[in-house]
Every structure is written in C-alpha cells, then in structure tokens.
C-alpha cells in the first residue's frame, strides 16, 4: 500500500510523518496546557474574555496567521524556535481560557476553526521543516537556493494561505 500523500508531481509528503507531525503537536500541546494548569496559577489580572464575532476579527486573525505562517517559511532555518514558542503560547492561552471560561466553553471555540487550523498548521510546519532541513544539508553548495526551494511548494503553500483564510473566516465570525 502506498502512504504517499501526492501533491504535484515534483512534491511528495510521507502520511505517515505528517500524522507524525500532527500527533506531536498535539501531544506537545495538551503536555503543555496540564503543566500550564497544573504549576501556574491564573491571577486576577488575567483575562479571557471571548471576543464579539466580526469581519475585523476575521481579518485580524487572518493577518496574524498569515505573517505567522510567512515567518515558517521564509525563516524556515529557524522554524524549531517558532515552532517551540507557538506550542508554549498556544497551551498558556487555551489553559487560561480552560480556567476562566472552563472546559466546554473553550472546546466550543476552538473546534470549529481548530478542525481547519490544526491540520494546516502541522502542514505548514512539516514543510518549514523539510526547507530548514534541506537548507542545512545544502548550506555549503553554491548551487542551492532557499527561495527555488520554497518555490517548489508553491501548489501546497497556496493551499495552506486558502485554508489560514477559511480558519480566520470561521474564527472571527462564526466561533
């Protein structure tokens, strides 16, 4: 059975390591949301109030996931430090969200963009890893290229601006 997951014919991604990629994110992060809970105490000065749904919601989260997803690919060299404080970040804000306005309330909003966002975001990182990783075992040619490198994942790094817009879409006006 083939697990390769076809994107264009120059372009391949391996299923199995991109589920990989996935399960550790979100091990990562569910690790980090119960250290989060479990050592930090949530002072009175935290908040987590959920914001009124809009079209200017939308597109300010558009923009942040945007330059967050431009700062994977075009730093891609150093996507382990995004990588790391995007988990961190993530679980602090859910945690809080968790303490604040509890469990089922934070689910509710985060489900229905995090259906769309998650994958993309583990998408996106896995190619920003691929980049970083092709870049440090070519660092010494001549030859290589980091932008014809990024450009040969122009078919999915469209896909994944298509999907950051759906998510913010969905985030800002829906959840």
Same mark, same amino acid.
């Not at 939308?58 to 995007?86: E, R």
């Not at 440090?136 to 896909?159: A, G, Q, V």
């Given at each position: 059975?083939?697990?390769?997951?076809?994107?264009?014919?120059?372009?391949?991604?391996?299923?199995?390591?991109?589920?990989?990629?996935?399960? @550790?994110?979100?091990?990562?992060?569910?690790?980090?949301?119960?250290?989060?809970?479990?050592?930090?105490? $949530?002072?009175?000065?935290?908040?987590?109030?959920?914001?009124?749904?809009?079209?200017?919601?939308?597109?300010?989260? @558009?923009?942040?996931?945007?330059?967050?997803?431009?700062?994977?690919?075009?730093?891609?060299?150093?996507?382990?430090?995004?990588?790391?404080?995007?988990?961190?970040?993530?679980?602090?804000?859910?945690?809080?969200?968790?303490?604040?306005?509890?469990?089922?309330?934070? $689910?509710?909003?985060?489900?229905?963009?995090?259906?769309?966002? @998650?994958?993309?975001?583990?998408?996106?990182?896995?190619?920003?890893?691929?980049?970083?990783?092709?870049?440090?075992?070519?660092?010494?040619?001549?030859?290589?290229? $980091?932008?014809?490198? @990024?450009?040969?994942?122009?078919?999915?790094?469209?896909?994944?601006?298509?999907?950051? $817009?759906?998510?913010?879409?969905?985030?800002?006006?829906?959840?």
């Amino acid at each position: 059975m083939n697990m390769k997951l076809i994107v264009n014919r120059d372009w391949r991604i391996d299923r199995k390591k991109y589920l990989l990629s996935i399960s @550790i994110y979100v091990t990562l992060l569910i690790t980090l949301i119960l250290f989060f809970s479990t050592f930090f105490g $949530i002072e009175d000065s935290f908040t987590s109030n959920f914001k009124e749904n809009s079209v200017q919601l939308s597109l300010k989260i @558009i923009k942040q996931n945007s330059i967050n997803f431009f700062q994977y690919i075009v730093l891609a060299p150093i996507m382990p430090i995004f990588y790391m404080l995007d988990c961190i970040i993530t679980a602090w804000s859910i945690s809080i969200s968790i303490d604040v306005n509890g469990l089922k309330e934070t $689910i509710s909003h985060i489900v229905p963009h995090g259906i769309v966002e @998650i994958p993309n975001f583990c998408l996106y990182t896995y190619v920003s890893y691929r980049i970083m990783r092709n870049f440090y075992k070519n660092f010494n040619r001549k030859d290589y290229d $980091i932008f014809k490198e @990024i450009k040969s994942y122009k078919n999915i790094l469209f896909i994944n601006i298509v999907l950051i $817009i759906i998510a913010g879409l969905i985030e800002g006006i829906l959840t």
